[in-house]
């Protein structure tokens, strides 16, 4: 399966359940998605569609940087992530009927990237994915915004994936790159490049499969040193 990367427009996520000719369920991006959202969810629907599939996996990727604070002041990315939540626990439902199921899993990045939820049964164990979601809004205290560690770390997520197996990332985030934190090896051009040039990590992940679909956590009211400037918007994008 190849990678579909858009940014969707707005802050929050939502989706919807449709249902197939043969009355197979499917994911349809909402009218607040870009066409290339559109189009990322489209490639992701006719993967769980197909007969070859036994398993969706969606791994929650939040952002967790200080700017968060300012960018996302009133927690929307929880409200996105129990509409995601919600509207897979739904689609499980749906497929179980045809022998298929849905795990979800949570990380946040900053300075760098960290595990929060391993790969869960979105319905057996919803109290667990409850806490994660609930839990987002305290994680606003990270120094800068590593977007390699971000898809490295998303890349070995998925890295035991059995065959069958469809494979997304929901990633929140509110667009700024930012490496100028202690420990930091990479200037901001650097992984730039790193993420977007032909062989990088970007098409490491790619090549693992992985449906990406980037939620921005914008506020136009944010000072302008902790906005995503309209080039950081473009590159991730371009990216994810």
């Not at 806490?131 to 390699?148: E, S």
């Not at 040039?197 to 679909?213: E, H, Q, Y």
């Not at 944010?222 to 994008?237: H, I, T």
Request: hydrophobic share 40%; net charge negative; with cysteine.
């Amino acid at each position: 399966m190849n990678r579909r990367a858009a940014v969707a427009g707005g802050g929050s996520l939502l989706l919807v359940i449709t249902s197939l000719s043969a009355g197979s369920p499917a994911l349809a991006a909402s009218s607040d998605l870009s066409p290339t959202g559109e189009a990322a969810f489209s490639h992701l629907s006719s993967c769980i569609s197909s007969d070859d599939t036994n398993t969706v996996r969606v791994q929650f990727l939040v952002d967790e940087s200080l700017s968060l604070r300012t960018n996302d002041p009133d927690d929307s990315r929880v409200q996105a992530l129990n509409s995601a939540v919600r509207t897979l626990a739904d689609l499980d439902r749906q497929l179980e009927k045809v022998g298929k199921s849905v795990e979800v899993s949570g990380a946040t990045f900053a300075e760098g990237y960290r595990d929060r939820l391993g790969w869960s049964d979105v319905t057996k164990d919803r109290a667990s994915i409850d806490a994660f979601v609930q839990a987002t809004a305290g994680y606003d205290q990270g120094q800068g915004t590593n977007y390699l560690a971000a898809v490295q770390g998303t890349r070995q997520a998925f890295g035991d994936t059995p065959a069958g197996t469809c494979r997304a990332v929901f990633w929140f985030t509110d667009g700024k790159l930012d490496m100028d934190f202690r420990g930091a090896d990479r200037s901001n051009e650097a992984v730039w490049d790193d993420l977007s040039s032909r062989g990088g990590m970007a098409d490491a992940l790619r090549r693992a499969g992985v449906t990406v679909i980037a939620l921005p956590l914008f506020s136009e009211a944010a000072p302008d040193n902790l906005k995503a400037a309209p080039l950081d918007r473009a590159k991730l994008q371009a990216i994810a």
